[in-house]
């Protein structure tokens, strides 16, 4: 029913075969391999048969193993083969392969296996690839298969995999179709300098990527390091010869190679040399529409390229001839025309390393022209004669003279003022009669020749031997001008004014010699010109029909005006009270420099005549220090006065004040001060800026010198550090720009004396009156005065180590009431006014710290507080005397402000007092029979009650552990009576109106002694039952800042 199937198992494996046969009776199943049984199995009807091999040896494979399945009935048989597996294996794989773009490639795979294997191919790119029909061929346990890539494209090179597969496992081959190696920038042959660099470059493609390495010579060298992959098939490396040398020049390799080839490139590097003009180009001059052949020569390494060029304009070359090194060019120019002139023609010798220039300039030849003929000359014998002659020609024409076609005269030339001209010169001194006759000017250069011929005759004379000079008249003056002539006959002389009007003079002969006067009477305005005396001679001739020899003599009448306003006016140098001034002279227009001379000049200052001078500059005098002015000046000649200059402006400078400040007085208000007040100089006697006042003073009795104190700009000053009661003399002088005044102001004041010394004596502890406090005071001497004072400040300060040097400061600093304390304050160790009392109430004594004491004090009693003093502490004091008081306005919003006074004597520190210590408060000694009787009854209920009072007092001290805390903030502040140590204390807080503040008051109750109170409390009704538990005096604090009542002064 199921037969046994064919099987493959690899060696060493296992291997499992099924039978299953049906009949009745059941059959009886055998196995057997080559004949041989190897186990039954029988079921009823049924029969299901395994055989299980296992670690199968070679001589388990390749035989067939049979089901025999039989009964009584019959049998039937059923055989499977068993077959050894072989893993695939690749026995003839493709090769990595090289072609070319567009070519064909053929790779091809052979494996073997058991079952036949099945081979695919794939690659990088595209994947899986199908073979061709054809391309697979199998035989027995072996199959080949091929796949063609024709006309190979980019994306072809990559790699190919070839796999086999069957059921035991794979084996594959990877191959490479890429591309052999190609130099696509090969190194080129390069010549270059000594000492410079040069790059030799090489790229290389193929696949796989090529390396380059370079050589020299056969000998691998070189740092190739400098290698640059440009894409996936293309390397780009380059090297660098730096600093060549001789040994450098040689033959330079790159080699490329990958997997597949290699291939090479050289190059050679050449030694340059930079172009030189070996033969440059001449400068030519050629006529118009002639020819020209430039030629220049150049060598160098490699052979230099030459071009020509005009004008920037490149010109082709007619002849080139080359070698390896040498170079020569002929640039040849036909016909030429007035373009081609006058222009440089350059030769430009370059190669690869620099380059060479000459230039040859092409000027346009030209004939020579005579521009300027030799005059004929009419001269006597025994004079002189010049001939002159210029001429023009590209090149600059030579000049020659020729005297009767014959003798050749040698003259003077010189270059003229352009290019191409020369003039020359030809002299003849002392005139013979052989002499007379043609002179010829020949001018000649390499292109031809020009000729000019002159006449030297002879002829007559006339000379004006005294010339009129110019002169200068006023409108309606008379002008006399006189003129002689002389020549080889009296000559006739004419006079001609510049608007061409002849006049006739009065002319008188003598032999050989005219004169002439001409006179002009009354001047006008059209005779004010240029007039030419004219002598001529006159005679017959047969070459020319008269002759004329003349002379003139130009003269001009200038008109006489008056000078022109003088300019420039400024001051050379100037001092408080003078100055010096200078100007120069105004033009004179029309110009005539025959005008009358200036004979004055008027000097105005501020619009008024200041005074005159013969040139231009003056002195100046008696001027204003420190003072503006204007001045203008007048030119004066004999014609009259000019216009005024421009003003000019000058400032004087500043000179020391003339006059000594005004008003001065002194007065000592304190103790070694003088105060001093003034009013400046006399306005007229400033002379300058007041800047500020010198100030000096000594005692009148002294010889040595006076003190000096800085300047100062105020009209106050107050000298400090004086000795009391001595006379000073103080002086004042002004100071401005200048300096210093020698004139003083002088004043003399005498200080006032120090006080008297001051004392104080301590006043012990004493029970207060009902209502009032315990305090501790001391009493003190109030010192008198002879200076006059309106009322007294009486000033206090408690010492400590905080304040320890303020027995050593100057009163006088605590200038006003805002530099003290308040008494609320005063534990911060300041000084505290105790009391301001007028001059009619002023006491002998005083006593600080006695609130009692305030019926002394000043209208203003709230103002000071004369507060209770702190025991066992030092104090000191000092008394202010003021010697005016101003009104004030009763504000308390701003009492400080109302109390500002500044004239004021003071006393310097007393010496300190301390303050008595432990005062002791006085206790009522008898004790009422009820407070016995209570204690007695205490003392019994606590014995008896012991554990309950422990209990509640456990119970009350964490109820009220706050109050505690409260209580131990209670303090002595000295004016109250000591806490006594071992004695238990409670303590009650209340407050209460007081006129119209509300107050808060603390009340101590001693629970030992009875309830007395201790505190200010006393005297007061209604206290809140608030007392706190009690607690000893050895748990007290005391508090260095009590609260305060700015109304009462009263410490609580």
Wanted: glycine share 6%.
């Amino acid at each position: 029913e199921v037969p046994p199937d064919d099987v493959t198992v690899l060696l060493g494996g296992n291997v499992t075969f099924t039978c299953v046969a049906i009949g009745v009776p059941a059959p009886v199943i055998t196995w057997s391999s080559d004949d041989d049984v190897i186990n039954t199995t029988t079921m009823e009807t049924r029969t299901t048969s395994t055989l299980s091999l296992t670690n199968l040896i070679l001589s388990d494979f390749n035989q067939s193993y049979t089901c025999t399945a039989s009964n009584d009935h019959g049998m039937m048989i059923s055989s499977a083969f068993l077959t050894e597996g072989i893993v695939p294996n690749i026995t003839e794989a493709p090769s990595d392969t090289a072609a070319m773009m567009g070519g064909s490639v053929l790779f091809s795979c052979t494996a073997s296996g058991v079952p036949l294997p099945n081979i695919t191919w794939s690659s990088n790119s595209s994947g899986s690839i199908t073979p061709d029909d054809g391309d697979v061929v199998a035989n027995g346990n072996t199959i080949q298969s091929q796949i063609r890539i024709a006309d190979v494209m980019d994306d072809d090179y990559q790699n190919y995999t070839c796999t086999a597969t069957n059921m035991f496992g794979t084996d594959s081959v990877t191959v490479l179709l890429g591309m052999e190696t190609r130099i696509v920038v090969a190194p080129l042959e390069t010549t270059q300098l000594l000492g410079l660099t040069v790059t030799f470059s090489c790229a290389a493609t193929g696949i796989p990527l090529p390396s380059i390495s370079w050589s020299s010579d056969n000998v691998v060298m070189i740092d190739a390091s400098n290698t640059t992959v440009l894409n996936e098939t293309t390397v780009y490396s380059e090297i660098s010869v730096v600093d060549i040398r001789m040994v450098d020049f040689v033959m330079y390799t790159c080699t490329a190679m990958n997997s597949f080839n290699s291939v090479n490139e050289s190059a050679m590097l050449i030694n340059a040399t930079i172009p030189i003009i070996e033969v440059p180009p001449d400068d030519v001059t050629v006529l118009l529409g002639g020819n020209v052949t430039f030629t220049c020569v150049a060598i160098g390494v490699p052979a230099p390229v030459i071009t020509w060029s005009s004008d920037d304009n490149v010109i082709n070359t007619t002849s080139v001839v080359a070698t390896e090194t040498r170079t020569t060019s002929v640039l040849s120019l036909t016909n030429l025309t007035l373009s081609d002139f006058n222009q440089s023609y350059t030769c430009t010798a370059s190669n690869d390393h620099g380059m060479m220039i000459s230039s040859a300039f092409l000027t346009e030849g030209m004939v020579p022209v005579i521009m300027v003929a030799p005059e004929n000359v009419l001269q006597l014998q025994g004079r002189d004669a010049i001939f002159r002659c210029s001429a023009f020609g590209i090149p600059r024409p030579i000049i020659s003279w020729v005297f009767n076609d014959e003798a050749v005269l040698s003259g003077t030339s010189s270059e003229g003022m352009s290019d191409g001209m020369v003039d020359a010169e030809l002299n003849i001194t002392n005139i013979s009669a052989d002499q007379f006759g043609n002179y010829t000017c020949n001018a000649t250069n390499m292109f031809s020749d020009d000729t000019e011929t002159a006449v030297l005759e002879e002829g007559i004379e006339v000379m004006i031997t005294s010339k009129p000079e110019d002169v200068s008249v006023a409108p309606g003056e008379r002008a006399e001008l006189s003129c002689v002539a002389t020549g080889n006959r009296a000559p006739n002389i004419t006079w001609m004014r510049q608007d061409g009007m002849n006049f006739t003079g009065s002319n008188s002969t003598t032999g050989d010699t005219t004169s002439s006067l001409l006179i002009i009477s009354g001047a006008m305005s059209d005779d004010f010109t240029s007039y030419a005396c004219i002598a001529e001679n006159t005679v017959a001739d047969n070459i020319i029909e008269t002759i004329v020899a003349s002379d003139r003599a130009v003269f001009t009448l200038y008109e006489s005006v008056v000078p022109s306003a003088p300019i420039n006016v400024a001051t050379v140098s100037d001092e408080s009270r003078s100055v010096t001034l200078s100007w120069e002279d105004g033009p004179l227009l029309p110009l005539n420099p025959l005008n009358p001379n200036i004979t004055d000049y008027l000097v105005y200052l501020n619009d008024s005549l200041n005074g005159s001078s013969t040139s231009p500059t003056i002195t100046l005098s008696r001027l204003f220090p420190f003072t503006s002015y204007t001045v203008t000046v007048v030119a004066v000649n004999r014609i009259g006065n000019s216009e005024m200059s421009q003003s000019s402006g000058f400032s004087t400078p500043e000179e020391i004040p003339g006059a000594a400040p005004q008003n001065l007085t002194a007065q000592s208000p304190s103790i070694g001060i003088i105060q001093l007040s003034w009013q400046p100089p006399p306005v007229d006697k400033h002379f300058g800026i007041i800047t500020g006042y010198h100030i000096t003073y000594r005692i009148s009795t002294s010889s040595g010198d006076a003190t000096a104190i800085n300047p100062v700009v105020t009209l106050t000053a107050t000298l400090s550090g004086l000795q009391s009661d001595s006379e000073y003399n103080v002086t004042i002088a002004a100071i401005n720009g200048a300096g210093t005044s020698l004139s003083i102001a002088t004043v003399s004041v005498r200080t006032i004396p120090e006080p008297p010394a001051l004392t104080a004596i301590v006043i012990p502890t004493t029970r207060p009156p009902p209502g009032g406090i315990r305090t501790t005071s001391i009493t003190v001497t109030l010192p008198t005065t002879t200076v006059p004072y309106s009322h007294v400040w009486v000033v206090a300060v408690r010492l400590s180590s905080r304040n320890s040097g303020v027995l050593t400061f100057d009163t006088n600093s605590y200038a006003n009431r805002a530099a003290f304390k308040n008494y609320s304050t005063a534990m911060d160790d300041e000084p505290y006014i105790v009391a301001e009392i007028s001059a009619d109430n002023y006491p002998a004594t005083f006593t600080l710290g006695d609130n009692s004491s305030t019926q002394v004090f000043s209208d203003f009693p709230e103002l000071d507080c004369n507060g209770p003093l702190m025991e066992g502490r030092p104090y000191s004091y000092f008394v202010r005397f003021f010697s005016s008081r101003p009104p004030v306005v009763r504000a308390r919003r701003d009492p400080i402000g109302q109390r500002q006074y500044t004239v004021f004597t003071t006393t310097r520190f007393a010496p300190p007092v301390t303050t008595a210590s432990q005062a002791t408060c006085d206790q009522d000694d008898d004790i009422s029979s009820t407070a016995l009787v209570i204690i007695i009854a205490s003392v019994v209920v606590i014995i008896i009650l012991t554990l309950m009072f422990v209990i509640i007092t456990i119970v009350i001290i964490k109820y009220y552990r706050w109050k505690i805390a409260s209580l131990k903030n209670l303090q002595d502040d000295s004016q109250y009576c000591t806490i006594n140590p071992s004695t238990v204390y409670s303590y009650a807080l209340y407050d209460t109106v007081k006129s119209s503040n509300k107050v808060y008051r603390y009340e101590a109750d001693d629970l030992t002694n009875g309830n007395e109170a201790l505190g200010p409390g006393a005297g007061y009704s209604n206290p809140q039952d608030l007392h706190a538990p009690p607690i000893t005096g050895d748990d007290v604090i005391m508090n260095e800042n009590p609260a305060y009542d700015e109304t009462q002064c009263t410490h609580f």
